[in-house]
């Protein structure tokens, strides 16, 4: 997959998670940040440092697959 269409998915699953599971702008901030540190996925990220339940994950999983 290029970075192009990476960044568009990223861009979307940031949006998804502002609107849909009402995310504050720090908590994905401070996600994509440590994403981008140790290279691990943005929702494992966030469920990691407790910003999103298990439930949560498993939304975001399910609209990654849909996306």
């Known amino acids: 997959m290029g970075s192009c269409t990476m960044e568009a998915k990223r861009s979307k699953l940031i949006e998804f998670l502002k609107t849909e599971l009402a995310l504050p702008n720090s908590a994905i901030d401070l996600a ?22 298990l439930n949560q994950l498993d939304q975001i999983f399910d609209w990654l697959e849909k996306a």
């Open 32 to 53: 994509v940040r440590h994403s981008q540190i140790d290279t691990e996925p943005l929702p494992m990220i966030l469920w990691q440092y407790g910003l999103v339940t």
